[in-house]
T-cell receptor, first 117, second 115 residues
Framework: NAGVMQNPRHLVRRRGQEARLRCSPMKGHSHVYWYRQLPEEGLKFMVYLQKENIIDESGMPKERFSAEFPKEGPSILRIQQVVRGDSAAYFC???????????????FGQGTRLTVV | AQSVTQLGSHVSVSEGALVLLRCNYSSSVPPYLFWYVQYPNQGLQLLLKYTSAATLVKGINGFEAEFKKSETSFHLTKPSAHMSDAAEYFCAVSLSNFGNEKLTFGTGTRLTIIP
């Protein structure tokens, strides 16, 4: 069972371009979370998605950022018109659906390191 | 709202010595608490988690943590440090009923092991 797969691992974009980050959850996992890690900081929650639904996007910047988790295919975090301040490591995590939740854990991918030049 | 404070952004211990990484939390309701480890250029790996069962939680790689409600603490310990323990460690809290959602992380503690 492959782990959470994120691609690309490294992404360089010029200011004003679009960045698309992909996350394939572990097999059987229907919950996806995106986090952002700025240099020398901890991870900050961005968005929580289930298939075709955004459950909680309270950590998403109001503009330029969007996320989706379609019925088929990976979850996508999209950043339009990137700026230098978007440079960070973006981590995706997935977990299975479990109403109790206590015996499950969120598995993290290796992250995508976005550099805006 | 919940928050996590990790005291000490850098901790150095000698190989074989006790490892103690501090974490204090703030939460208006009983929290779920986690410790994650991050190796360079890697994702986060769960070390252990507290889910309101036993207050002393044992995790992987010989680590354990004790939930102390009176001190609002969840410090991570390991009796004897190994070179392979060098990494960054993050404490996190969740208020979700499911325990996994919307983790709030501390700023991390970088652990260095001195040979």
């Amino acid at each position: 069972n492959a782990g959470v797969m994120q691609n690309p691992r490294h992404l360089v974009r010029r200011r004003g371009q679009e960045a698309r980050l992909r996350c394939s959850p572990m097999k059987g996992h229907s919950h996806v979370y995106w986090y952002r890690q700025l240099p020398e900081e901890g991870l900050k929650f961005m968005v929580y998605l289930q298939k075709e639904n955004i459950i909680d996007e309270s950590g998403m910047p109001k503009e330029r950022f969007s996320a989706e988790f379609p019925k088929e295919g990976p979850s996508i975090l999209r950043i339009q018109q990137v700026v230098r301040g978007d440079s960070a490591a973006y981590f995706c995590a997935s977990s299975p659906f479990d109403r109790q939740g206590l015996d499950t854990e969120a598995f993290f991918g290796q992250g995508t390191r976005l550099t805006v030049v | 709202a919940q928050s996590v404070t990790q005291l000490g952004s850098h901790v150095s211990v000698s190989e074989g010595a006790l490892v103690l990484l501090r974490c204090n939390y703030s939460s208006s309701v009983p929290p779920y608490l986690f410790w994650y480890v991050q190796y360079p250029n890697q994702g986060l790996q769960l070390l252990l988690k507290y889910t309101s069962a036993a207050t002393l939680v044992k995790g992987i790689n010989g680590f354990e943590a004790e939930f102390k409600k009176s001190e609002t603490s969840f410090h991570l310990t390991k009796p004897s440090a190994h070179m392979s323990d060098a990494a960054e460690y993050f404490c996190a809290v969740s208020l979700s009923n499911f325990g996994n959602e919307k983790l709030t992380f501390g700023t991390g503690t970088r652990l260095t092991i001195i040979p």
